[in-house]
């Protein structure tokens, strides 16, 4: 009896985790996106599959020391602060890099985002993975594991999107610049330091959000004078 409780409890975690994974990805799938979107398409696959897969197993170790990840003052200001670069990026309107040498620059530096922004926006996937899979060692991989083929397809599928349909720049921008300024005011040393009320952290976001269209209104703008 107890052995058919824990497997359904072990198919019920693990149908959680999926439903968590598909919930909170959302946002990541985005920042991949924005990040690879100036690449050609050959590197524009394999910077989003090395990209997440990357991000993933830094995440599998990220979340054993979850608790102490929350702790670390400004880390999700540096994330942030990728995610912003990554927004005003996708108003440049950069042609796809075509020399071998500004591939290879692009591929890493389009990784490099990819890997900090990701990692450090995902603290809630860690808490909701490492709270679902209860120290089960199988699931807490499963759980992490699985994000990637969801964000890759997510991702991609936005990246084509963007190339296509231009107001799509537009929102996935103004999302990014929400995501930054929620991870601003729920940074370690903000929290600690000055325990901001939710209005004021609704405004950060607003103003992230304005801020990042702002930016790429007057980058599309200058391009046209």
């Not at 696959?45 to 400004?74: E, M, N, P, S």
Request: hydrophobic share 60%; with cysteine; proline share 4%.
């Amino acid at each position: 009896m107890n052995l058919i409780r824990e497997h359904w409890q072990f198919i019920a975690s693990l149908l959680s985790i999926v439903v968590v994974d598909l919930t909170l990805s959302g946002d990541n799938a985005v920042v991949i996106a924005a990040a690879a979107k100036s690449l050609p398409w050959p590197l524009r696959r394999r910077a989003l599959v090395a990209g997440a897969a990357c991000a993933v197993i830094t995440l599998v170790t990220a979340t054993f020391f979850a608790a102490h990840l929350l702790q670390v003052k400004f880390l999700q200001i540096l994330g942030a602060a990728a995610i912003f670069w990554i927004a005003i990026g996708l108003f440049r309107e950069e042609p796809p890099l075509e020399e071998s040498a500004a591939k290879l620059a692009g591929f890493w530096k389009a990784m490099w985002f990819i890997i900090v922004a990701d990692v450090t926006m995902s603290t809630d996937n860690i808490l909701a993975i490492a709270a679902l899979a209860q120290g089960n060692f199988e699931l807490l991989l499963f759980g992490l594991g699985v994000s990637i083929p969801l964000v890759v397809l997510a991702s991609g599928l936005l990246a084509s999107l963007m190339d296509k349909y231009p107001v799509i720049v537009w929102i996935g921008a103004a999302l990014l610049g929400r995501v930054a300024g929620h991870m601003i005011m729920t940074d370690a040393f903000v929290a600690q330091r000055f325990a901001p009320a939710p209005q004021l952290r609704y405004s950060v976001e607003a103003a992230g959000t304005i801020g990042v269209l702002f930016a790429g209104w007057w980058l599309r703008r200058s391009k046209k004078g």
